[in-house]
């Protein structure tokens, strides 16, 4: 395992992400731990309540409500197609 300060992983992030992402063992030192670099699999199933603590019920509901928000806008002509200038379409 290739071990680095926090200093001298800070300047060559890029380079020990792409080696950990191939398999490389490599590690940071943060106080008297190892902490290691490793990819890992986020499942959009999980990854709401893992990061927000949203239910799969409460996630589901929300996405219903915001189908029918966005059916609404449509049917009363309030949608825009979005040009790439946030400016120019916050503007109309």
Avoid: W
């Avoid at 992402?21 to 699999?41: C, F, M, Q, S, Y």
């Avoid at 409500?65 to 503007?91: L, P, Y």
Wanted: proline fraction near 2%; glycine fraction near 6%; charge should be positive.
């Amino acid at each position: 395992m290739t071990t680095l300060s926090p200093t001298r992983a800070r300047a060559n992030l890029t380079s020990l992400l792409k080696r950990a992402a191939n398999g490389e063992d490599i590690g940071i030192l943060h106080g008297d731990k190892v902490i290691a670099l490793r990819p890992v699999t986020v499942h959009s199933d999980d990854y709401a309540l893992q990061e927000y603590g949203v239910t799969e019920a409460e996630l589901d509901a929300f996405v219903r409500r915001t189908k029918q928000r966005i059916a609404c806008h449509r049917k009363a002509g309030k949608m825009i197609k979005f040009s790439g200038d946030i400016e120019a379409d916050i503007a109309h």
